[in-house]
């Protein structure tokens, strides 16, 4: 009789225990777990951040720098990314472009960064993430997630992406939408993704505008259950398009960047 007991309290413990985690769950308590609120001066903190060098996608007219206080610094409680145009036989055009990789990565959760966007023709300032895998399968077998992507020559409309490789039909899918802003994009906007197991839902400003299933992307090897990186950078050229004659420089502003995951994740 002792034993039975035992036995049952046992199960109820471990049915409430089930029960509770399955509550956490289905609940939108999200808590902190990274963040950068830039609430310091000179370059961006090394522990948080690493960079990006050279030119590197897409044909960009950029040469991304190495901690330089002229492309990437923190200042007033902002970090800014500048690219700016300096007559040279090298690298004219250089910017900056800072990742977590190899700092920190997650899987799922509400990742949000506020910002304010350059408005230049040819500009391309984007938040986006990529597998940490990046090292072992490559692009696009990685996946990609373009929290934010804004082109100059399209002032006020900003885009989400989802980008992965396809191993039945063996080709590169990407899964688009874009969203017209309410406000100028060189106002402060808040842009984030809320990831979980099932989907990735895009917002502006907490109003979600598009959302991706995430099933979509395959079983076994599907990236998008794996942690990823985070990446702020500022392109030139390319898909931003041509730059005027005469630009100088540009700005890509950001406030804050908060990563928020939930107790069962």
Same mark, same amino acid.
Request: charged share 25%.
């Given at each position: 009789?002792?034993? &039975? ?32 609120? &830039? ?34 610094? /923190? ?61 072992? /399968? ?23 992406? /989802? ?21 100028? /994009? ?37 990236? &998008? ?26 700005? &890509? ?13």
């Amino acid at each position: 009789m002792k034993k &039975f007991v035992y036995g049952l309290i046992t199960l109820i413990s471990i049915s409430y225990h089930a029960n509770t985690v399955a509550s956490e769950c289905m609940e939108e308590d999200y808590k902190l777990v990274w963040s950068d609120e &830039f609430d310091y001066t000179g370059l961006p903190d090394k522990v948080k951040w690493n960079y990006e060098e050279g030119y590197l996608r897409n044909k960009e007219l950029q040469y991304y720098q190495v901690e330089s206080l002229e492309h990437s610094y /923190v200042k007033d409680g902002f970090l800014t990314l500048e690219a700016n145009y300096t007559p040279s036989l090298t690298h004219p055009y250089k910017s900056a472009s800072l990742k977590t990789e190899n700092r920190a990565t997650w899987r799922y959760g509400k990742i949000e960064v506020r910002a304010s966007l350059p408005t230049a023709p040819g500009t391309w300032p984007a938040i986006w993430m990529m597998g940490e895998n990046i090292r072992q /399968v490559y692009w696009p077998r990685t996946g990609e997630i373009d929290i934010m992507e804004h082109v100059g020559k399209h002032p006020n409309r900003v885009h989400a992406n /989802v980008i992965y490789y396809d191993y039945e039909e063996e080709k590169k899918k990407a899964k688009n939408n874009s969203h017209i802003t309410i406000d100028s /994009v060189q106002s402060f906007n808040t842009y984030a993704i809320k990831w979980t197991e099932d989907e990735i839902i895009f917002l502006l400003n907490d109003v979600p505008y598009h959302r991706f299933d995430i099933d979509e992307a395959g079983g076994e090897k599907n990236p &998008f259950r794996k942690p990823f990186y985070l990446i702020l950078n500022l392109a030139l050229g390319s898909w931003g398009g041509e730059l005027e004659d005469d630009f100088s420089s540009a700005k &890509f502003i950001i406030d804050y960047v908060r990563v928020y995951q939930q107790p069962c994740f």
